[in-house]
T-cell receptor, first 115, second 116 residues
């Protein structure tokens, strides 16, 4: 069973804090993703990684960075948290195939509140 | 640019009613993949179905069925005889071919509430 595990279900942080969201997958997937979910906007891609130490910006990377030092772990970093980063954050992973036709597997989400 | 639109923000039905969730997509890719995910209150997105752009066969899985029509760029999802356990947020998503590295473009989501 594929498992994508996010380190926290709920987080409350103060404005200006540096925040780390951790994600681990156990299926040796090459691709990993961080999405942000907001009501009425669906899921929007923040960053993704297709290999260790490789990262690409998604649609809304501003205010975020990522780290992938090991294949199974993908971290999302909020350099200086702001209230507009209050949201649900979802990590996902997928297998790399030539046709890219495999589904992504998601973690349970981290609901971050910045006060 | 790719885009997915789910016209219904919220749907409310009574148990045993049939319900259809609409999904319309835009892409310039000739090869692409469409997905439906379910997000129950627990928060984790659960994969329901994948459809390739070159396979327009409709699919039925138990009470769930999907209608893919390339001519109208739609990939609609029908739940027959809905149950309370179907209450969730449903997302339609699109992945382009080529070097997309598996990135998904999601619709806004449809909140389905099934009342007993």
């Amino acid at each position: 069973d594929v498992k994508v595990t996010q380190s926290s279900r709920y987080l409350v942080k103060r404005t200006g804090e540096k925040v780390f969201l951790e994600c681990v997958q156990d299926m040796d997937h090459e691709n990993m993703f961080w999405y942000r979910q907001d009501p009425g906007l669906g899921l929007r891609l923040i960053y993704f990684s297709y290999d260790v130490k490789m990262k690409e910006k998604g649609d809304i990377p501003e205010g975020y960075s990522v780290s992938r030092e090991k294949k199974e772990r993908f971290s999302l970093i909020l350099e200086s948290a702001s209230t507009n980063q209050t949201s649900m954050y979802l990590c996902a992973s997928s297998l790399w195939t030539l046709t890219m036709n495999t589904e992504a597997f998601f973690g349970q989400g981290t609901r971050l509140t910045v006060v | 640019a790719q885009k997915v639109t789910q016209a219904q923000t919220e749907i409310s039905v009574v148990e045993k009613e049939d319900v259809t969730l609409d999904c319309v997509y835009e892409t310039r890719d000739t090869t692409y993949y469409l997905f439906w995910y379910k997000q129950p209150p627990s928060g984790e997105l659960v994969f329901l179905i994948r459809r390739n752009s070159f396979d327009e066969q409709n699919e039925i899985s138990g009470r769930y069925s999907w209608n893919f029509q390339k001519s109208t760029s739609s990939f609609n999802f029908t739940i027959t005889a809905s149950q309370v356990v179907d209450s969730a947020v449903y997302f339609c998503a699109l992945r382009g071919g080529g070097t997309s590295y598996g990135k998904l473009t999601f619709g806004q989501g449809t909140i389905l509430t099934v009342h007993p």
